[in-house]
């Protein structure tokens, strides 16, 4: 399967602790965004980077979200001190030209 | 703040219907893509347009992009079981980020 993959698929974890997600994309994307959607929403975006670099971030993206894409392929989005607000369901994508195509989602559940 | 209307928010049909689902906004996108997502799921790709007036045929599904870009349809023939799930339009804007609409809830029923 040469699709986006995310993991894990499912996270639950209590308020406060910190929670790290993993996005592999396509391989010959150099584009890659995490958006988050909740119950009843489409997708909103968080973030984005070409390559390693991360050019742009949504006010959504507060200072206790942080993403990294180090070689330019994976990347990571890791949420501290969690809380309630913050589940959702977090989706990855990689891009080429105008289309971005999904990975199939981590569902958090902060209790 | 770029924005995306989609209507109907819900839509309840019997198989073999015919339905038209409409995203409309007041901005316009360099392009416009279509996703059907499950529950539970990530959004599957259906269809990217980019041009105005352009449409496009994927076997029962026919989508068209507005002259100025601004709005869009899907027109699904004949609907069945398996078309059921959640219908998003995403425009595309700067660094090619998308703005998505809420979505149509589809269920048809046999």
């Known amino acids: 399967d040469t699709g986006v993959s995310q993991n894990p698929r499912h996270k639950i974890t209590k308020r406060g602790q910190n929670v790290t997600f993993r996005c592999d994309p396509i391989?010959?994307?150099?584009?890659l965004y995490w958006y988050r959607q909740t119950l009843g929403q489409g997708p909103e975006f968080l973030t984005y980077f070409q390559n390693e670099a991360q050019l742009e971030k949504s006010r959504l993206l507060s200072d206790r979200f942080s993403a990294e894409r180090p070689k330019g392929s994976f990347s990571t989005l890791e949420i501290q001190r969690t809380e309630q607000g913050d589940s959702a369901m977090y989706l990855c994508a990689s891009a080429y030209a105008d289309t971005q195509y999904f990975g199939p989602g981590t569902r958090l559940t902060v209790l | 703040t770029q924005l995306l209307e989609q209507s109907p928010q819900f839509l309840s049909i019997q198989e073999g219907e015919n339905l038209t689902v409409y995203c409309n906004s007041s901005s316009v996108f360099s392009s416009l893509q279509w996703y059907r997502q499950e529950p539970g799921e990530g959004p599957v790709l259906l269809v990217t347009?980019?041009?105005?007036?352009e449409v496009k045929k994927l076997k029962r599904l026919t989508f068209q992009f507005g002259d100025a870009r601004k709005d869009s349809s899907l027109h699904i023939t004949a609907a069945q079981p398996g078309d059921t799930g959640l219908y998003l339009c995403a425009g595309g804007g700067s660094n090619y980020k998308l703005t998505f609409g809420k979505g149509t809830l589809l269920t048809v029923n046999p």
């Open positions: 391989s010959e994307h150099n584009r």
């Open positions: 347009v980019v041009t105005g007036g």
